[in-house]
């Protein structure tokens, strides 16, 4: 077999074995929201649940009950964002042991090494992750995560 036709084979090999078993079957999505903002129209749910894998969407370091970061730089924010996290996936039906992704947002890339130090903390296994530096974030925020867990 030549090395073309090894490409073509293993891509036809790929394709067919990443089709869903049941084609006909529909995904069962759930929209969720907290208690805290249902009624405020937000555009976008706090998490979405499709079938036994829950989607959270991004989380700051929020001061409780304001719309600011907490103060402390970088460490105080992903402990904070780090423990919304828990507690939305606690509430979503799910835990931290579950989560299989986690993506973070850093505004500054020498944030790196602090946000580290925290986010091992959290995790007895570590979940695949992905991490980008961005001009900004929402808030002032030094961070945002989001993650992508499996349910309970």
Same mark, same amino acid.
């Given at each position: +077999?030549?090395? +073309?036709?090894? $490409?073509?084979?293993?891509? $036809?090999?790929?394709?067919?074995?990443?089709?869903?078993? /049941?084609?006909?079957?529909?995904? =069962?999505?759930?929209?969720?929201?907290?208690? #805290?903002? &249902?009624?405020?129209?937000?555009?976008?749910?706090?998490?979405?649940?499709? /079938? =036994? +894998?829950?989607?959270?969407?991004?989380?700051?370091?929020?001061?409780?009950?304001?719309?600011?970061?907490?103060?402390?730089?970088?460490?105080? &924010?992903?402990?904070?964002?780090?423990?919304?996290?828990?507690?939305?996936? &606690?509430?979503?039906?799910?835990? +931290? /042991?579950?989560?299989?992704?986690?993506?973070?947002? $850093?505004? !500054?890339?020498?944030?790196? !090494?602090?946000? =580290? &130090?925290?986010?091992?903390?959290?995790?007895?296994?570590?979940?695949?992750?992905?991490?980008?530096?961005?001009?900004?974030?929402?808030?002032?925020?030094?961070?945002?995560?989001?993650?992508?867990?499996? #349910? =309970?």
């Amino acid at each position: +077999m030549t090395k +073309m036709a090894w $490409l073509v084979a293993a891509a $036809l090999a790929f394709a067919v074995g990443c089709q869903p078993a /049941d084609r006909g079957a529909a995904a =069962n999505v759930e929209y969720l929201q907290l208690p #805290m903002y &249902e009624g405020q129209d937000l555009p976008f749910s706090a998490a979405v649940r499709v /079938d =036994n +894998m829950l989607y959270l969407s991004g989380i700051i370091g929020l001061a409780p009950g304001e719309l600011k970061p907490v103060p402390g730089g970088v460490r105080a &924010e992903a402990e904070r964002a780090l423990e919304m996290m828990k507690a939305q996936l &606690e509430s979503f039906g799910s835990s +931290m /042991d579950r989560v299989v992704k986690c993506t973070v947002f $850093l505004v !500054d890339e020498s944030d790196r !090494d602090a946000f =580290n &130090e925290v986010y091992v903390t959290y995790f007895k296994q570590k979940p695949a992750r992905s991490g980008v530096t961005v001009s900004g974030l929402a808030l002032g925020a030094r961070l945002e995560l989001e993650c992508i867990a499996a #349910m =309970n």
